[in-house]
């Protein structure tokens, strides 16, 4: 197993381990099938029985998602128990040549739990392979910045949003109340636990309005994406926010009615 990165001593440990508990497992086992020649794979299930899982014997597949390589095996490599059972799974993707010895499930299982060493090594395969895995999911989350949401104090006066500004976080008002304006005529008020904001994120457009604070205030800021995430995830915050907006919408339009007398 090869980890993209930078060496890891811990990593080498393991992997040596991996090699020393596959051939544990296979020792004593039937591979009498020659091994399988595979090119330009981009998915090796596809290609397969669920039944299968297989024994590299040369070259290397990438385990891969959303088109990038989490993990590539080489020669020597036990793979493919995610789909044989019936667990979710990457795609095992094969950029050149690679050859594969093709072996059965059910029999591999049969071969393992028939001896009690077998077992042994069969329980430290899985907890190490998962100690691998874990490392680099770690390994590729250090290069991603984690966006959460974000606490800002205002003081009355102070601008929350700017008309014209490009829409980057949804907000929200922990404690406190805020005003708002469009063309500089005040159009709307917003108090505690309103959402607001969220409107230009899913047009794409400026914002319309600017967000003044009246009084002293607590907002939560949500970057952009996590925002939309949350939607998709929670439909409950959709239908929420949804009605936070038509009451928002009523309420200017009786103040534009207002205005207009």
Not at 56 to 83: A, K, P, Y
Not at 138 to 166: M, R
Not at 216 to 237: D, G, R, S
Request: hydrophobic share 40%; net charge negative; proline share 3%.
């Amino acid at each position: 197993m090869y980890l993209p990165g930078k060496p890891n001593e811990g990593v080498d440990k393991l992997n040596t381990r991996m090699q020393q508990l596959t051939k544990g497992l296979l020792d004593g086992f039937p591979m009498e099938q020659d091994a399988l020649p595979l090119e330009g794979i981009d998915d090796l299930y596809q290609h397969f029985d669920n039944n299968q899982i297989f024994l590299i014997t040369d070259g290397m597949l990438h385990l891969t998602h959303d088109g990038q390589n989490i993990v590539s095996f080489d020669e020597g490599d036990l793979i493919g128990f995610n789909r044989a059972f019936d667990l979710p799974s990457p795609n095992l993707r094969a950029d050149e040549f690679v050859e594969v010895k093709l072996i059965d499930r059910d029999a591999f299982l049969r071969h393992v739990y028939s001896d009690k060493r077998r077992q042994h090594y069969w329980s430290h395969f899985l907890m190490t392979q998962n100690s691998m895995l874990m490392s680099q999911v770690a390994e590729l989350s250090k290069g991603q910045s984690q966006t959460i949401a974000g606490f800002q104090n205002c003081q009355p006066g102070d601008v929350i949003i700017k008309e014209g500004d490009e829409a980057e976080h949804v907000y929200t008002i922990i404690s406190g109340e805020a005003d708002v304006f469009a063309d500089g005529v005040k159009v709307g008020e917003i108090g505690e636990d309103e959402v607001f904001g969220a409107m230009a994120v899913f047009t794409g457009e400026k914002r319309s309005a600017t967000v003044q604070a009246r009084t002293a205030c607590t907002i939560m800021a949500v970057p952009q994406h996590e925002f939309v995430n949350l939607i998709e995830a929670q439909p409950k915050a959709a239908v929420n926010l949804i009605e936070n907006l038509a009451r928002r919408i009523i309420a200017m339009n009786q103040q534009l009615i207002e205005q207009q007398k």
